[in-house]
């Protein structure tokens, strides 16, 4: 930097610094996440005036229907409700959720848009889930909520005036608490509720500052690279073909991600694999440009045969340049020998993406 000579009259003021320095922030951390479905379907009785009104339709000739109207989300008629808990990493929380449907008899022949009665079916859900609820956590620390419900209503009158209502319902349910952090943060993603509710004994937990956190509950480690996969290709010198579609960890986290495969034989016979899990994903820098290597168990069934739970292995290969053919490798085996291994097929490069992720690990961080 050069040394300037200070000039008499008005000066510039001085500029207001703002580099990058270390900052403290008070935030909600969320020590878990996760979502979940319900689905229940029931026969309800149709209650009064309406039942009255649907035995006469139905006497005088008229074809009934249902239609089913679903509660605003959010709103007062879908809600949820912590019932208990249970400190612990994990610990257990029972949530009763509540929603109200509107189920609505129209006359499908001449107006189906004007009801002919409408009345309101309540459904409870009564969950228990196993989640990091550290003392002195309790229910206030429990935000939960209904993202979604969907409805429907078979078009027939049971015996005693009922209807058969099935009811979707779609959760959300996070463990929060105010704390101050000094962060380096990637996006977040919900875990799957995989966490079987086994009860957990009770301890007293030691006097501690800042709540215990749960580092192999939640947040799930990122992906290394990520894959999405639409093929549908012929190989010319075996003439099997291929179907196959894959999205592993999208969002670079492995939650969600899912992938099915069908081979079609030269005479016909159809192979398919449907996965059960994906238990470990692989990114590997190859000479020929990126691999990534799923592994888990699948079910097979068809022309190689019926398996079930059986372990399988599943590459990707994206190559550099367009006049490369990307490529895929499936080895599915129910003991030693494989019952399919595909032996890297070649793909169209618009059919097959392989791309790297930005990890915590590729970052290199200068500690004081």
Same mark, same amino acid.
């Given at each position: 930097m050069k040394n300037f000579k200070s000039i008499k009259g008005a000066q510039i003021p001085p500029l207001t610094p703002n580099s990058l320095m270390p900052e403290c922030i008070r935030t909600q951390k969320v020590y878990d996440w996760i979502t979940d479905v319900n689905q229940y379907t029931n026969k309800t009785p149709i209650p009064e005036p309406c039942a009255?009104?649907?035995?006469?339709?139905?006497?005088?000739?008229?074809?009934i229907g249902f239609r089913c109207t679903p509660p605003t989300v959010p709103g007062p008629d879908a809600t949820c409700e912590v019932v208990e808990?249970?400190?612990g990493?994990?610990?257990?929380?029972?949530?009763?959720?509540?929603?109200?449907?509107?189920?609505?008899?129209?006359?499908?022949?001449?107006?189906?848009?004007?009801?002919?009665?409408?009345?309101?079916?309540?459904?409870?859900?009564?969950?228990?889930?196993?989640?990091?609820?550290?003392?002195?956590?309790?229910?206030?620390?429990?935000?939960?909520?209904i993202t979604a419900v969907r409805c429907?209503?078979?078009?027939?009158?049971?015996l005693g005036?009922?209807? $058969?209502?099935?009811?979707?319902?779609?959760?959300?349910?996070?463990?929060?608490?105010?704390?101050?952090?000094?962060v380096l943060a990637k996006f977040c993603q919900p875990r799957p509720n995989d966490i079987l509710p086994t009860p957990?004994?009770?301890e007293e937990c030691p006097g501690f500052e800042f709540p215990p956190q749960c580092p192999n509950i939640f947040p799930r480690p990122n992906c290394d690279c990520q894959a999405e996969a639409a093929i549908d290709t012929n190989v010319a010198s075996t003439g099997f073909n291929y179907v196959l579609d894959a999205l592993i960890c999208d969002n670079c986290t492995l939650s969600q991600?899912?992938?099915?495969?069908? $081979?079609?034989?030269?005479?016909?016979?159809v192979?398919?694999?449907?996965?059960?899990?994906?238990?470990?994903?692989?990114?590997?820098?190859?000479t020929a440009g990126l691999q990534m290597i799923v592994r888990g168990t699948a079910d097979v069934s068809g022309a190689a045969g019926n398996f079930t739970n059986v372990n399988y292995e599943l590459s990707f290969i994206e190559t550099p340049g367009m006049n490369t053919p990307d490529l895929f490798n499936l080895i599915v085996r129910p003991g030693m020998n494989p019952i399919i291994a595909t032996n890297d097929v070649p793909v169209p490069d618009d059919q097959l993406t392989v791309q790297d992720c930005l990890t915590f690990d590729d970052l290199e961080v200068n500690r004081p």
């Open positions: 009255t009104d649907v035995a006469n339709a139905i006497e005088a000739g008229v074809n808990f249970t400190n990493a994990p610990g257990m929380i029972r949530v009763l959720w509540t929603v109200f449907v509107t189920v609505t008899a129209v006359n499908e022949d001449t107006d189906p848009d004007t009801p002919i009665c409408s009345f309101v079916v309540p459904v409870q859900f009564d969950d228990v889930y196993m989640v990091c609820i550290p003392a002195p956590f309790d229910e206030n620390n429990v935000f939960c909520r429907s209503v078979l078009n027939t009158v049971f005036n009922q209807v $058969q209502v099935s009811v979707t319902v779609c959760k959300d349910i996070q463990i929060e608490e105010e704390v101050k952090l000094e957990p004994t009770p991600s899912t992938w099915s495969y069908t $081979q079609t034989a030269p005479g016909g016979d192979t398919t694999v449907t996965p059960r899990t994906i238990t470990s994903v692989e990114c590997n820098s190859l």
